[in-house]
């Protein structure tokens, strides 16, 4: 199983979104309609909601949507208001010791991962983000030194709020730190249960636990995995083992023998890198953000690719997905 990914730059939306909007939509349209046209929310309610929650966005949202044809169905989608349920595994964690450091893998199917990294500098904010929903990030680090990623919160809940990739791509457009990136984050309301890491560039950092049916709830944890104050989705759980890979995690933290490209290498092996990618919990990429040199690695067991904001590079890679779990570390 091979998945490609590409790094591309584009300081404006323009030919090379809509590129890869025609590459992906047939994909995204079948998804958002999954449940049926009625279930997804009007233009109108789509638009009311964006400016209650991210006026910054709208004039954006609304030059994808022409630059995609036009649509309400588009447009719509492009929201990501209450959009079709989906879910991602993944593991990450801040890194001090030596320098801050955001170390994550994303953990979903191949097929459902756009495998595009942006260097975008959308209304005037330089950003690199791995693309979510056409216009959403995964994780990402911005101009300011600010990096935040995504993973899945392991309940079953689905309620009123917006996809959680747009969310990450306004705090990437908007926030400076640390608390403006929490304040963000408890501020717009999340459809399903996410948990969000952010870090800045003086190591200033936090998870922020989000659900559509309860009070954010943020701390100061160095690790977040998919599951938020218990476990309450026993299978999920199970199936992505989740509490052992947040325990191994927290051993490598406590590790005075590890440094932080050690630290980051060890999410190449189990029980963090997760091979199920038949049901969807695989690790696509890991990727470590270094907010202070606003630089990110992005690795694989046998490839790595160093980005920089202030100095990108345009690539493509085509990975070997590991069929079968790479041997623990001590």
Not at 151 to 157: I, L
Not at 222 to 238: D, F, K, L, P, R
Request: a positive charge.
């Amino acid at each position: 199983m091979k998945m490609p990914f590409r790094w591309v730059r584009e300081d404006q939306p323009g030919r090379r979104w809509r590129d890869h909007f025609a590459e992906t939509w047939p994909s995204y349209h079948g998804w958002f309609l999954r449940e049926g046209d009625a279930r997804r929310p009007r233009l109108e309610v789509c638009r009311l909601r964006l400016e209650q929650h991210m006026p910054e966005l709208v004039e954006l949202w609304g030059h994808l949507a022409h630059l995609a044809g036009g649509s309400s169905l588009v447009a719509r989608m492009l929201s990501l208001y209450r959009p079709t349920p989906y879910l991602a595994g993944c593991s990450q964690a801040v890194w001090l010791r030596d320098e801050p450091l955001l170390v994550r893998n994303y953990d979903y199917h191949p097929s459902t991962c756009e495998g595009l990294f942006l260097r975008s500098e959308w209304n005037g904010t330089r950003v690199l983000a791995a693309s979510d929903c056409l216009w959403g990030a995964l994780d990402g680090m911005n101009e300011h030194g600010l990096a935040v990623a995504l993973a899945f919160g392991g309940r079953r809940e689905v309620g009123d709020g917006f996809g959680i990739p747009l969310v990450l791509r306004y705090v990437l457009q908007t926030c400076r730190n640390r608390d403006e990136a929490v304040a963000a984050l408890t501020r717009i309301p999340s459809h399903m249960a996410y948990n969000v890491t952010v870090l800045d560039e003086t190591g200033a950092h936090a998870v922020v636990q989000l659900s559509p049916d309860r009070k954010p709830v943020v701390s100061s944890a160095a690790v977040a995995t998919n599951h938020q104050s218990g476990i309450e989705w026993s299978e999920y759980a199970q199936l992505t083992r989740s509490t052992e890979r947040e325990s191994v995690l927290l051993n490598y933290l406590r590790n005075p023998k590890l440094t932080g490209e050690s630290f980051t290498r060890r999410f190449l092996h189990a029980p963090l890198y997760a091979t199920r990618y038949q049901h969807s919990f695989g690790t696509l990429y890991t990727a470590a953000y270094a907010p202070r040199r606003r630089k990110v690695v992005f690795l694989w067991p046998h490839a790595r690719v160093e980005q920089s904001l202030d100095q990108f590079q345009e690539q493509s890679l085509v990975v070997p997905l590991m069929p079968t779990t790479l041997p623990g570390v001590g």
